[in-house]
């Protein structure tokens, strides 16, 4: 029934199944032949699910470890894109079942199945509705992989979708006592950039003409596929150059190849004063940063995390975050660089307030788990900073090298808090579900109490303070170092913020761990951490340390992509906005000197 | 014996000891022995061989680089350097450099040897690694932290023994009454002090800033661990969280450094380095010292061009715009406009920013004002990790950053350095007569003595400095093992109930006095004298020859001897109160008693080096010589900008200098050891009359000059008032925005609702409405009774019958 | 006969018998019938003129299906005529037989077969 290209799709199935295997299991569970009292089996399949998944993502990702490299393996070092998978899906419309990794999704994609891994085992205390929870859980689980392989505009926003309501669910059902509200904020804020992100998929699909891109960048895009034979290519490309019509694309790699001409088709047309590629930039940055989420709509945040049970808390920190970041690096930048050119003070911008802003309220916060939500608003900072400083200017000789450093610590600082993200809340919930509050005012003496999990929790903790030797450290320095070049002055508020991140932290832990005698109620119930909680917990202080220690490990995926994403468009600046403006003033004192 | 592969190797080595001691404990510790007891030894056991590898690299260092006398007159670096480079030549290795000399005898670059182990990141041109940079001082200080550290790892085994038992902690007051009762943590103290020597040997043997900036982080969090080693206390993690916090602000400068450097630079290297070019050929990358004082300019200072660029950011896009297209020109004519850039000294804010940052992070380090409040409170932490963490090592580290990066420092930024150590040292010895707390005296002595050296370094006396660090290291950890060991006999920090102790502890007291006596600066003028003697003169001397050189800033001079007064004043107060006259509480002075071997023998060990480091041996061997083999280039004969001039240090060494300088020290010692005699020996002068006459003083003093409330007011309400503000912006605006937008969207709902029910709903219930009145109407009709029904239909008939007929008749008419 | 006797009368009285008489006829017997229902209180008189104008139709029935009365040339319905005669006769004795149970009971319940005094149906 496939096509015969399928054949030389060695991917189809591996990707097929790394993205689908968790709805297929959903479906299954979903059926009423599973009785909703075998709790503990449904528990043990969703977990040897993720399991398998995550097995199968790390087969295709870390290849080595399974012997001989396969041709749907991904070969680590590579810059394109691997593993591509092209079927047709809705021809009438160009829309494509087209997936594909690169060193930008492959870490993203093993993250998530490897949180997804450890949320479901972090479930087990969840005894409400056992079954419509791991049932949503999993489609969580296709959802976000989805996104973060699929390469179809379409086909990525049907995912993105599909994300969106087993979230809504699993935290309005299984959440705290302001669930509904922490769900319908989530939902709305969540919709709101959808539905942008929708507007601008239809602006650019219908601006974009494949006519416009030559035969290579044809294939290149897959738009053609290169496992055609060279006949077979060459029709497929006259039949695009000889349409009389415009031939329209969802095709992710085909639009960023159209948004990078010289003339692009997004820049030529004007609506109300801005051009279609500022508008689609815009409305694609609002849908991607609610979604980060950067100060001011960040509010969602903080309710959906307090609310959420502990797993979702860990997927929600862990992986959803993360989806903004890649979206603005894998849509934003590539297909409208005018405007991200141009508005890179913006993503800069924000993503600076949203450090500052965030590691302020993370000080004020009682609540445990908010403090931790605020961290991680403070930490995406980090990430929009990085991505955003485009240095490659003129003034700079268009050198792109600090802007590659800001991007590649950007997505080192995605990995890095989700792993370390994820284990901070999972810390919270394992106090939480033991005392059923997280007051910071009513702990203290954990330390003594629990001993294991206090090192473990300490050590998580100072991940995320971006202590030296663990995972926090590298993308914040990187991240730093590099934003200098873009903007002096953002660069120091970054800075500055290294002593807040200290202060709440270092006030977090003295309050909870430190201290003589706990303060708050059931201090009976304070038992040492359990089997379990201790497999969860174990491998992120280990990949906390392994990611500090040995950075190179994510280098390799991440460096060849962002890298050669990078040059390219530093050698766009050069051909198409040579007389980009500096992106700072020149001091008082140079001036001064001038004069 | 190839020294520039074996002295990475030896030092690498006795830099992961440390390391592996640490991991050991982790997660053996709880069960080496009965509560860990062997964790000591394996601590000890590794530290000791650090310091063994450490000796072993001295060792290889001298058979290379012998050290020769030092002529006064500064010949002594030249000749060093001349033969490091002899020596260096014969390597044909990466690391060693034999740059010909340019500009005399004094402008070589000194023997080194430097690389890379291990890349964090690589990127571009830009690169992270952690590597080494060994020359003389990082040999010296290698064997002075393990050395230092070895003693107090000794020490701590006896003076910890109460955590190999349950311990009952006095200082915590339960709620609901009572001490807290815990399990001893024996092995999680070796544990931190392995991690910290670890981190502090990381720091000492880096070869790039950025490893700098590592372990500086990692020598912070040591030490919150180790302040906060009885966490149980409020004041400890308290004190833990105020050192690390105070700490950051220190490092966010030194992060702006960095990014001054990195962003404009691309390297934070020291040293140059050698890397495979891409045709295969060895292309020599710069490091910053190369960069900042280069060979070709006779290693004088200059803006690098990478800074002189960027601050010409605006010249460089229209040079790229007139030559759009043509990569290559534009580039040569860029390279072309940087000697004019830089002479109108374009970039020199960028690396005046850069060391003012580098120095923001060893003022938080180094406990310089204004962030010297930290240290003080880190006292809460056990008095070995006060001896090795708090006054020897870590605190030194910024001193030695300065140090180490004291070719890439302008006049104006020495100035500033210099400035912030005499009013460090200034402040801290003021604040230190008064203190009663036996700890916090000699913590405050610290601040002060960190002080001097930081001056020292900013006048210029780059050998000063660090031979005063050097020595220093030795005799403050002595005194600081010596007040834990009369914490261990007295069970209190607080002098006035002490006094009279030299008799039961003998060795304690007397190895102290040689600690104070070398603090002081003790000597028989131009004969000899103990440790401090040597340092100390040669900063007074180069104080002086600065000050000349720089009339308007005399008073760094007159703080430095001002500073000797001090010092001598309080130290001596500090040994009478607690060891001369007799006892003020016999409770305690009955129980003292001499400290075990296994805590004496370190500070016997201690005391003979607080008397010996600062000896020069017939031949020249001496600490003063060796750090010379390791001045920067470019730096012995002194240089000058911005009205500012740096003198050369060999000046100092010369007339009328020299003399000056010994006489100002000895007098000033004299004087202020005499004045604590008055006071506290011979009871002429009677301090608590001095305090009521000077009272407001004393008070703002005790008070420690109120800067605790002066930045709790300045700072940290602020910062927790707008945290408080920016969550109230969340919950009170934002949220508040959202919560309103969708409580419009509900009244809109509301309205919606309203139209449907009244207008669309009532227009559908209209015509139902209608339809049954009509009913109700017609049903009237139904009489049930047939006549009527007859009736009807016969009318009905008839009358359509009549219509039909009409209407036919007229139709057919029409 | 007088003068002010109609055109139509006076024609019928000097043609000979056709389908108009017959049809007179039966619209008096119609009439007649159902003056008798409209006026008639007892309820079997009403039935009586239902018979009266169930018949007088009949007789149409009957005059139209003749076609010795259809002499000018009309087209006559033949034995559908005659056979709708018989089937009315056929519903005229079923319906009386079922108005005359209603009657009964309708007497057994209100004593009295006034059809004035019966108005259970009304709306």
């Known amino acids: 029934m496939l096509p015969v290209a399928t054949l030389d799709q060695p991917a189809l199935w591996p990707l097929t199944a790394i993205v689908f295997l968790p709805a297929l299991v959903a479906a299954l569970l979903s059926l009423p032949i599973v009785s909703k009292g075998r709790e503990e089996a449904i528990r043990w399949i969703t977990l040897l699910t993720t399991a398998v998944v995550f097995v199968l993502s790390l087969w295709m990702a870390w290849p080595t470890l399974f012997g001989a490299v396969g041709p749907a393996q991904f070969r680590v070092g590579e810059a394109g894109m691997q593993a591509m998978v092209k079927q047709p899906w809705i021809p009438a419309f160009n829309i494509e079942y087209l997936l594909g990794v690169d060193g930008i999704s492959m870490p993203l994609v093993v993250l998530t199945t490897f949180l997804s891994m450890l949320a479901a085992a972090a479930s087990w205390p969840i005894t409400k509705h056992v079954k419509a929870y791991h049932v949503l859980f999993l489609l ?19 995912f993105w979708e599909v994300m969106l309501l087993p979230m809504y669910f699993l935290i309005g059902i299984w959440g705290g006592p302001r669930r509904e509200y922490a769900a319908i904020k989530f939902f709305l804020y969540t919709l709101l950039g959808s539905v942008l992100m929708l507007l601008a998929i239809l602006m650019l699909y219908f601006t974009g003409d494949l006519r416009d891109l030559s035969a290579e960048q044809l294939v290149a895009a897959h738009v053609v596929s290169p496992v055609l034979d060279a006949a077979a290519q060459a029709d497929a490309v006259a039949a695009i150059k000889t349409a009389t019509s415009p031939v329209h694309t969802f095709n992710l790699l085909a639009l960023a190849q159209l948004g990078q001409l010289p003339e692009s088709p997004f820049a030529a047309v004007n609506l109300w004063g801005l051009s279609l590629e500022t508008w689609a ?3 694609l940055l609002v849908g991607f940063v609610i979604k980060v989420p950067v100060v001011p709509v960040h509010t969602w945040l903080p309710d959906a995390h307090v609310e959420a049970p502990t797993p979702i808390s860990m997927i929600l920190a862990g992986v959803l975050l993360k989806l903004g970041g890649y979206g603005i690096l894998r849509i934003c930048y590539p297909i409208c660089p005018g405007a991200g050119l141009a508005l890179a003070w913006l993503v800069c911008g924000l993503g600076v307030v949203s450090m500052v802003y965030g590691a302020f309220a993370a000080l004020a916060q009682k609540d445990f788990k908010r403090m931790v939500a605020y961290s991680s608003v403070s930490h995406m900072g980090y990430v929009m900073l990085g991505l955003g400083v485009w240095s490659a200017v003129a003034g700079n000789e268009f050198r792109w090298d600090a802007w590659a450093q800001g991007v590649n610590g950007a997505m080192f600082q995605m990995l890095a808090h989700g792993i370390s993200s994820a284990g901070m809340f999972f810390m919270v919930g394992v106090l939480y579900d033991r005392v059923h509050h997280r007051n910071l005012e009513e702990f203290g003496g954990i330390f003594n109490r629990m001993p294991v999990y206090s090192g473990l929790a300490v050590a998580i903790f100072f991940a995320g303070l971006g202590l030296p030797g663990l995972c926090g450290f590298i993308g914040e320095v990187l991240v730093t170092l590099s934003s200098w070049n873009y903007s002096r002055v953002l660069a120091v508020i970054s800075a500055f913020t290294v002593i807040l991140t200290a202060a709440y932290i270092l006030w977090a832990i003295q309050r909870v761990y430190l201290g003589a005698e706990y303060k708050g109620p059931h201090g009976d119930h304070l038992t040492p951490i359990t089997g379990r909680e201790l497999a969860i917990a174990t491998p992120l202080v280990f990949l906390a340390i392994l990611f500090g220690v040995a950075p190179q490990t994510l280098f390799n995926y991440v460096t060849p992509t962002v890298n050669r994403q990078v040059e390219t468009l530093a050698e766009w600046t050069r051909t198409v906005k040579p007389d980009a403006p500096a992106a700072q003033p020149p001091l008082a004192a140079d001036a001064t000197a001038r004069r | 014996m190839d020294p520039a592969s074996q002295l990475p190797m030896l030092l690498g080595l006795a830099w992961l000891a440390p390391l592996a ?11 080496m022995g009965s509560h860990g007891r062997n964790a000591a030894w394996v601590a000890t056991a590794a530290i000791v061989t650090s310091l063994v590898l450490s000796l072993a690299a001295f060792v290889t260092w001298l058979g290379v680089h012998p050290v020769q006398a030092a002529a006064h007159g500064g010949h002594a670096a030249a000749h060093a350097s001349d033969h490091a480079d002899a020596a260096a030549a014969e390597q044909d290795d990466a690391g060693a450099h034999a740059d010909a000399a340019v500009h005399g005898g004094h402008a070589e670059v000194p023997a080194h040897y430097a690389g890379d182990w291990y890349t964090l990141y690589e990127g571009g041109r830009l690169r992270l690694s952690i590597g080494w940079y060994v020359d003389a001082l990082t040999v010296l200080m290698f064997v002075v932290v393990t050395f230092i550290a070895t003693c107090i790892h000794v020490y701590a085994s006896g003076y910890m023994h109460d955590e190999l038992h349950d311990v009952t902690d006095h200082e915590v007051h339960l709620a609901g009454g009572g001490h807290l009762h815990r399990p001893g943590r024996f092995p999680r103290f070796f544990q931190a002090l392995s991690l910290f020597c670890f981190s502090m040997l990381g720091i000492v043997i880096a070869g790039n800033l950025a490893m700098v900036f590592i372990f500086w982080e990692l020598v912070g969090i040591c030490s919150w661990f180790l302040i906060g080693f009885y966490y149980e206390r409020t004041s400890a993690s308290t004190a833990a969280n105020k050192a690390f916090i105070v700490n950051r602000v220190g490092d966010f400068g030194m992060l702006i450094g960095l990014m001054a450097l990195w962003g404009a630079l691309g390297t934070l290297q020291f040293a140059d380095a050698q890397v495979a070019g891409p045709d295969g050929s060895v292309v020599t990358t710069p490091g910053l010292f190369s960069l900042v004082r280069p060979a070709a300019g006779g290693h004088a200072l200059q803006v690098p061009d990478g800074m002189v660029t960027f601050a010409a950011a605006d010249e460089v896009a229209r040079i790229a715009a007139d030559h759009a297209g043509n990569p290559a020109d534009a580039a040569s004519e860029v390279a072309s406009r940087i000697s004019d850039w830089r002479a109108i000294g374009l970039g020199h804010w960028l690396l005046v920013v850069a060391g003012l940052g580098i120095f923001c992070g060893c003022v938080g380090k180094s406990a310089q004002f204004p962030l010297f409040v930290w240290l003080p409170d880190a006292m809460e932490g056990p008095t070995p990790v006060s001896a090795l963490v708090h006054s020897a090592t870590m605190v030194a580290a910024g001193v030695y950053l300065v140090g180490r990066f004291f070719p890439v420092l302008t006049p104006e930024v020495l100035l ?16 230190a007569l008064v203190a009663n707390d036996i700890k916090r005296v000699l913590a405050y002595s610290t601040v002060s003595q960190l002080g001097y050296m930081m001056l020292a370094l900013g006048v210029g006396g780059w050998v000063a400095g660090l031979f005063h660090l050097v020595t220093h290291a030795f005799f403050k950890s002595l005194l600081f093992l010596c007040s834990g060991s009369v914490i261990h006999a007295c069970h209190t920090n607080d002098m006035r109930k002490m006094g009279g102790l030299a008799r039961v502890m003998p060795y304690t007291a007397g190895t102290m006095l040689v600690g104070c006596l070398a603090i002081i600066g003790a000597g028989v003028p131009f004969v000899i004298g103990l440790s401090g003697y040597y340092s100390k003169d040669s900063i007074l001397a180069q104080a002086l020859c600065f000050s000349q050189a720089n009339p308007r800033h005399a008073i760094l001079f ?22 001369a006259g007799q006892p003020r509480d016999h409770h305690i002075a009955d129980h003292a008693h001499e400290s075990p071997n296994v805590m004496v023998t370190p500070l016997v060990t201690l005391a003979v080096l607080a008397v010996v480091a600062g000896w020069t041996l017939p031949g020249g061997f001496g600490i003063a010589n060796l750090l010379e083999q390791a001045r920067p280039a470019g730096t012995a004969e002194g240089f000058a900008a911005a009205g500012i001039t740096i003198p050369a240090e060999h000046l100092s060494h010369g007339e009328p200098f020299h003399t000056i300088a010994t006489w100002t020290a000895f007098g000033t010692a004299l004087a202020g050891v005499l004045l604590a005699a008055a006071m506290y020996v011979w009871r002429s002068i009677s301090p608590a009359a001095v305090a009521a006459v000077f009272r407001p003083l004393y008070a703002f003093l005790a008070g420690r000059w109120y800067f605790d409330e002066l930045y709790d007011a300045l700072f940290v309400k602020p910062v927790l008032g707008i945290a408080s503000l920016a969550s109230g912006v969340d919950r009170g605006i934002i949220d508040r925005i959202i919560d309103g937008v969708a409580w419009t969207a509900r009244q809109l709902a509301g309205i919606d609702a309203w139209i449907d029910r009244t207008l669309v709903d009532g227009l559908v219930n209209a015509t139902a409405n209608a339809t049954w009145n009509a009913g109700l109407e017609l049903k009237k009709l139904q009489t049930g009774r047939l006549r009527q029904y007859v009736m009807f239909i016969v009318v009905g008939t008839v ?8 209407l036919l008749s007229s139709s057919l008419a029409g | 006969m007088q003068p002010s006797l109609s055109p139509l009368v006076a024609s ?32 079997l008189g009403v039935l009586m003129g239902i018979e009266l104008v169930l018949n007088g139709a009949n007789v149409n029935f009957v005059a139209f299906a003749s076609p010795y009365l259809q002499a000018e040339g009309g087209k006559s319905l033949g034995l559908d005529g005659q056979a709708i005669a018989l089937f009315v006769i056929l519903l005229a004795a079923a319906e009386a037989a079922v108005a005359l149970a209603i009657t009964l009971n309708f007497y057994n319940n209100h004593a009295t077969v006034d059809v004035d005094r019966a108005d259970d149906l009304k709306g």
């Not at chain 2, 009358?799 to 009409?806: C, D, G, I, K």
């Not at chain 3, 000097?14 to 007892?42: S, W």
Request: glycine share 8%.
């Open chain 1, 281 to 283: 930039f815009l409305l």
């Open chain 2, 558 to 579: 007159w703080a430095v001897a001002g500073g000797a007064f001090l010092t001598a004043f309080y130290m001596f107060r500090l040994w009478f109160m607690t060891f």
């Open chain 1, 140 to 158: 969580l689980e296709t959802g976000m992989l989805g996104v973060f392989v699929s390469l179809d505009f379409f086909l990525f926003y049907v």
């Open chain 3, 12 to 43: 019928l009285l000097t043609e000979p018998v056709g389908v108009t008489h017959y049809l007179v006829v039966g619209a008096i017997l119609f009439t007649a019938g159902v003056a008798c229902m409209a006026v008639k209180r007892n309820a």
């Open chain 2, 416 to 431: 500033v350095i210099a400035y912030a150590g005499a009013i460090t040292l200034f402040i801290a010895a003021t604040i």
């Open chain 2, 21 to 31: 001691s640490f991991l050991a404990i982790l997660f053996f510790g709880p069960r």
């Open chain 2, 799 to 806: 009358a359509l019958y009549v219509l039909a007929s009409m």
